[in-house]
């Protein structure tokens, strides 16, 4: 088997520089790219990637790249790729994926087949099984996908299984929740530090709350959850172990914090506490049923993160103008504390009251968002009695 591997880490649009520095805190150089971070690595950097990075979607090994303007271009060169050394006798092997843009090739269900039918003749032919006896695919799973970019086929292979945004702690869910790696980009992005209080005053079920103690904390955000990779027989059960051991060692108990949700709903103010317990965080955070307009500190130089209801969540344009509204005037006296707010809403800021200092485009999914960033002023601690 091969001990080092073309990686890449894929990341929704505006947060590949996030994930790209979470790349090389783990040790890696990498080259940021649209939509992924590339890098190099061997097995453990497959573990520790799918355990370490909060804002990535997906790990993914590079199996080949090649020209492909023919069908019979794309047999030869999926059929000439090293199978042998990712997929033993027995594996399944799916083309789970297929996706062609701005290429000759565009028939994503025929590029499916015609990959299937080249890696399903080579393994045939590494493993000297005759012609016409089909292959028992009844073992570990290797999702396989098959990129077509302007030309050039990339195929790769999934290490991930179910995407990295599922934590293992959600119990339940809000109407439409954020991610939980885009929260964690998010707090990544913004300007809070453990050290600073942390208000999410529309927080629904909890996600950003519980990201923001998992990072303060250090928590390994793959340490609750399984992995495609950890069926396969080349990557050993004892190197998962290890890293598994290691990132539980890493866990940082004795650090204080001060963060509070809060939501209008009660329902989901329990909900948020069961996905605290369930991640290992309810001590850490405090959440109230609480309406936005009374929410108050007399804390200074803090953080408040936001994804509040908007058009595709809220019906009720009315109370989404009236909402926001109340957010600007109740957050306008916290003059020493920043506020970060995720909304779709192009006139929030006509709605809120002012004009954001700078504004960063993400994607909640497939659903276009802007960050709206106010800077609060900086107060030193001793400069207020």
């Known amino acids: 088997m091969k001990k080092e591997f073309n990686l890449i880490a894929t990341a929704a649009a505006g947060l590949e520089a996030v994930v790209g520095r979470e790349v090389r805190e783990l040790g890696y150089d990498c080259q940021v790219e649209n939509g992924r971070v590339r890098f190099q690595g061997d097995a453990r950097a497959i573990i520790e990637t799918n355990l370490w990075l909060r804002a990535a979607d997906r790990i993914k090994i590079i199996v080949g790249t090649f020209p492909a303007k023919t069908f019979e271009e794309l047999f030869q060169g999926v059929f000439a790729l090293d199978w042998e050394n990712y997929l033993p006798l027995g594996a399944r092997f799916p083309i789970a994926k297929a996706k062609c843009v701005k290429s000759k090739l565009h028939n994503e269900p025929s590029v499916q087949a015609i990959s299937k039918k080249a890696v399903v003749k080579k393994l045939q ?173 007399d804390k200074i130089n803090g953080v408040i993160i936001s994804n509040p209801p908007y058009g595709e969540r809220l019906s009720d344009d009315a109370g989404v103008t009236k909402l926001y509204a109340e957010m600007g005037q109740v957050f306008a006296p916290l003059k020493t504390w920043s506020k970060f707010i995720l909304t779709s809403d192009e006139a929030f800021e006509t709605k809120y009251g002012s004009q954001a200092d700078k504004k960063r485009k993400l994607y909640n999914g497939t659903l276009k968002v802007d960050l709206y960033q106010y800077f609060g002023q900086r107060v030193k601690r001793q400069e207020v009695k």
């Open 125 to 297: 032919k590494h493993y000297a099984r005759p012609e016409g006896v089909p292959l028992m695919e009844n073992g570990p799973e290797f999702k396989i996908e098959v990129s077509i970019l302007k030309d050039i086929a990339t195929v790769m292979i999934d290490t991930t299984g179910s995407s990295l945004f599922k934590r293992g702690y959600r119990t339940e869910k809000g109407g439409a929740p954020i991610k939980e790696n885009m929260a964690a980009a998010i707090l990544q992005l913004s300007n809070w530090y453990p050290d600073k209080p942390l208000i999410d005053p529309t927080c629904g079920s909890g996600t950003f709350c519980i990201e923001a103690v998992m990072i303060a904390r250090k928590m390994a955000p793959g340490l609750r959850r399984s992995f495609a990779f950890e069926e396969w027989n080349w990557i050993s059960d004892r190197l998962i172990q290890e890293a598994r051991t290691e990132a539980a060692k890493k866990v940082d108990r004795e650090l204080e914090l001060d963060i509070m949700g809060c939501d209008i709903d009660a329902r989901m103010v329990e909900i948020a506490k069961a996905n605290a317990q369930a991640a290992g965080v309810a001590g850490d955070i405090t959440f109230k049923q609480m309406r936005v307009q009374d929410l108050r500190s």
